[in-house]
């Protein structure tokens, strides 16, 4: 009877020890990534963040994963993660930008668009995402400009392109440059919120793994 005891004991703790392992796991692989996403090793990042999500999935995961994907050009599947972590309410509005991030990138500015204008709507003080929009916004209206000077003067726009694509001036670097500080931002307050919560998750299991069996 005694020793039947113990073997209950013993099966009630498995499940607690195999979660706060798979969390511990999680931790040091999203700590990882973030590290690597600092040092601009996007494609790295991607591993760790997807290595993390898939021993934990979380949306606040899904989000870290989804942003380094982009950040690495895997836009399209980055904008996959990314939607899937807009389950989450309280990661959708950065969610949202960094999805825009991606369209941008792409040059889909009406997606892009799309996705800032919500991300205001969730978080009307987001000040990245007002910047963002407003080039979205700039760049459509100058891409509607040259298609409508493209009609006009057919001739002009085959010489332009058999001279090639213009080189982005400094203002164009700069703009990326600026996405790329938000992407990070973004994503290094995501990692910090995620540490915490995920200290409180494993305090309150090894509490909960003291009380099995007794």
């Known amino acids: 009877m005694k020793a039947a005891f113990f073997f209950i004991a013993a099966v009630s703790l498995a499940p607690y020890v195999d979660r706060a392992l798979r969390e511990t796991n999680?931790?040091?692989?999203?700590?990882r990534g973030a590290k690597q996403y600092q040092q601009k090793q996007y494609a790295a990042a991607s591993k760790s963040f997807g290595a993390a999500r898939a021993?934990?999935?979380?949306?606040?995961?899904?989000?870290?994963?989804?942003?380094?994907?982009?950040?690495?050009?895997d836009r399209e599947n980055g904008a996959a993660t990314l939607s899937s972590a807009m389950a989450d309410r309280?990661?959708?509005?950065?969610?949202?930008?960094?999805?825009?991030?991606?369209?941008?990138?792409?040059?889909?500015?009406?997606?892009?668009?799309?996705?800032?204008t919500e991300s205001l709507r969730?978080?009307?003080?987001?000040?990245?995402?007002?910047?963002n929009?407003?080039?979205?916004?700039?760049?459509?209206?100058?891409?509607?400009q040259a298609q409508n000077g493209r009609d006009r003067n057919p001739q002009g726009a085959q010489q332009q392109q058999q001279r090639g694509p213009k080189t982005p001036g400094p203002g164009q670097e700069k703009d990326a440059q600026m996405r790329?500080?938000?992407?990070?931002?973004a994503l290094l307050r995501s990692v910090q919120q995620q540490e915490q919560d995920e200290l409180?998750?494993?305090?309150?299991q090894r509490r909960i793994g003291k009380r099995v069996g007794w």
């Open 26 to 31: 999680s931790h040091a692989a999203t700590v």
């Open 55 to 73: 021993a934990a999935p979380s949306p606040t995961r899904a989000f870290n994963l989804g942003t380094a994907q982009i950040a690495a050009g």
């Open 90 to 116: 309280s990661v959708r509005p950065l969610a949202l930008f960094n999805r825009g991030n991606g369209a941008l990138a792409s040059n889909a500015y009406d997606s892009a668009i799309r996705d800032y």
């Open 122 to 131: 969730l978080q009307p003080n987001y000040a990245p995402a007002k910047r």
């Open 133 to 144: 929009l407003e080039i979205a916004l700039a760049r459509k209206q100058s891409e509607q």
């Open 180 to 185: 790329g500080d938000t992407d990070a931002d």
């Open 200 to 204: 409180r998750r494993m305090r309150a």
